[in-house]
Structure formats: structure tokens, C-alpha cells
């Protein structure tokens, strides 16, 4: 499995930990993100992870800023892309049970490390449902 993140300067601890967390699982782990501190445009990050889960370079995305809102929006500009911003494990598996998700937003100024990982392990971990949800997903992409 591979993974590509992304994370702008008030995610950088936050990429550092999942990273090792995943990577003692085995999981590739394509770093996109800032290793800094310094202030940066997320847009920049998120491009190249939603690109990686389209092009299906990476399994999945994960994505960290402050609010988590920038990140999710950007990604979601994306035609295949199903971002979605939680802050509870119970919503990672809602995204990925009902929607499919394929990248996770974690908003770093409103968790913590420990929740981090942990919803982490629940997007990798929980399986769509399809179903009565698939219906709904097709119905996502913006038909212009």
C-alpha cells in the first residue's frame, strides 16, 4: 500500500508522526508536505496528493493544516477525489463507510497527535459499504 501526504506548516509534527506510524506498518509513504515550521501555501502540498490518488500513484491521501477546510477544498476540486475533514475516528469511518473517501483531512490545530494516528488507522482500516452509498457517491462528481 502506498500513501501520499501533504501538510502545511501547522501540520509538520503531525506528517512526522503518521509517517513513522505508518511506516512501521510497512506502508509506503510518498512525502509531499513541508519538513518546516515556516509558513507556507497548502495549496502547494495538496496538489501533488490529489493528483497521486487520481492518477492512483498512492492507495490513499492524507492531507493535515490548521482547520483542515483548505486542504479539503483544494483536494476537492479534484474530478475523482473524496476529501474528507474529520476530527473523530467515528467520522473517519462515516467518510469511508458512506462516501469513499480516498484522502483524510486532519485538522492539526484541533486534535491531537494520539487522535491523529488513530483516525489514521481507522481510514485504512474501515472498507466502504457500497450499496445504497454507491448510488449516492456516483452522484458527486459535478457534471458540467
Same mark, same amino acid.
Given at each position: 500500500?502506498?500513501?501520499?501526504?501533504?501538510?502545511?506548516?501547522? =501540520?509538520?509534527?503531525?506528517?512526522?508522526?503518521?509517517?513513522?506510524?505508518? #511506516?512501521?506498518?510497512?506502508?509506503?509513504?510518498?512525502?509531499?508536505?513541508?519538513?518546516?515550521?515556516?509558513?507556507?501555501?497548502?495549496?502547494?502540498?495538496?496538489?501533488?496528493?490529489?493528483?497521486?490518488?487520481?492518477?492512483?500513484?498512492?492507495?490513499?491521501?492524507?492531507?493535515?493544516? =490548521?482547520?483542515?477546510?483548505?486542504?479539503?477544498?483544494?483536494?476537492?476540486?479534484?474530478?475523482?477525489?473524496?476529501?474528507?475533514?474529520?476530527?473523530?475516528? #467515528?467520522?473517519?469511518?462515516?467518510?469511508?463507510?458512506?462516501?469513499?473517501?480516498?484522502?483524510?483531512?486532519?485538522?492539526?490545530?484541533?486534535?491531537?497527535?494520539? !487522535?491523529?494516528?488513530?483516525?489514521?488507522?481507522?481510514?485504512?482500516?474501515?472498507?466502504? #459499504?457500497?450499496?445504497?452509498? !454507491?448510488?449516492?457517491?456516483?452522484?458527486?462528481?459535478? !457534471?458540467?
Amino acid at each position: 500500500m502506498t500513501i501520499s501526504i501533504g501538510n502545511d506548516h501547522a =501540520g509538520t509534527d503531525y506528517k512526522f508522526a503518521i509517517v513513522k506510524h505508518l #511506516e512501521a506498518k510497512g506502508i509506503t509513504v510518498t512525502n509531499y508536505g513541508t519538513d518546516a515550521n515556516d509558513s507556507v501555501d497548502y495549496p502547494d502540498f495538496v496538489h501533488p496528493v490529489a493528483k497521486d490518488v487520481t492518477n492512483k500513484t498512492a492507495n490513499f491521501g492524507i492531507l493535515i493544516c =490548521g482547520s483542515a477546510n483548505g486542504v479539503a477544498m483544494t483536494a476537492n476540486k479534484y474530478q475523482d477525489i473524496r476529501a474528507g475533514l474529520c476530527w473523530t475516528k #467515528e467520522i473517519v469511518s462515516l467518510i469511508r463507510q458512506h462516501n469513499n473517501a480516498n484522502i483524510l483531512c486532519i485538522p492539526a490545530r484541533f486534535t491531537s497527535i494520539p !487522535q491523529a494516528l488513530q483516525m489514521v488507522d481507522t481510514f485504512l482500516n474501515t472498507e466502504f #459499504e457500497g450499496g445504497r452509498h !454507491q448510488n449516492r457517491v456516483n452522484k458527486i462528481p459535478a !457534471q458540467c
